[in-house]
């Protein structure tokens, strides 16, 4: 049975996720004004990885149990890392900060049935069908007013990377919560997974980033080092403590509360706007969310 203790320490932890992964995409809005966006992966997450592996072998726990341990972790940190983040900072040239986090908060729906393809044997019952089709429905409320929009190639690619990155990223923690073993310290598989997956930001640059130059901006290298530290070392390796503690349909909730924190801080301090349309959309999403979870967990 889970000690009370560790599971209110796993809550205590997701709540801090919520906070800080809803600042993470204004922070990337500031970042790539003067970083290429993979490349901008590639330095924030090996930066944090190595920080997180020294942590581990500085605190004596570097316990790792096999070769196969280890690429299993390599795996899910390009899938997570590479993908999840690689495809909405990518994105996020093109979208608003508020559009694509609201996209995120599907991941709880991403997850849930991920879980139930994967375990085979699980149906999907009526919640779950009802949280899908209204969450998606909320999301046809959001773009509403700019259906007009899609015409520009780059704003559909930029949705169809929010939506890769939803989908790998949820990919990437069903696969976390499978493979990280409980006598692994939650420091040292964050460690792996986010090195890994900056290390996979430095190839897609090479094979994508039109260009490599950066523009040396001190508001753009404080949200840098904000990313790589707060946004990456820090919050994956409590996402990674959450992940063991509770289950990835609970550990996802997360993304009720990043919209709203991306949205206000996009609304303060990037003029973005939101109409009331879009914010009954959010709702909605939301609720469809909520529903998928409760399916998922019956």
Known sequence: MLNVDARIRAFIALGAICIIWGTTYTAIKYAIRDFPPFLLVGIRQT?????LLCWALLSGKM???NRQYVWKQVLTGIITITGGN???TWALQFVSSGLSAVIGSLTPVFVVLINLIWRGSDRINKWVIAGVLLGFGGLGLIFSDGWKDFSNPVYAWGIAGCFASCL???LGTVMAKRFNRQDVSP????GMQITAGGLGGFTLSFLFDPSHH?????ESWLSVFYLGIV????????YMFVLKHLSTTVASLYTYINPVVAILLGWALLGEQLSWMEAAGMGLTIAGVWLANQGGNG
């Open 47 to 51: 930066i944090a990885g190595i920080i």
């Open 63 to 65: 316990h790792i149990p």
């Open 86 to 88: 690689g495809f909405v």
């Open 168 to 170: 790998t990223w949820s």
């Open 187 to 190: 420091v040292l598989n964050a």
């Open 214 to 218: 950066i523009d040396h901006h001190w």
């Open 231 to 238: 946004g990456s070392a820090l919050a994956f390796t409590l």
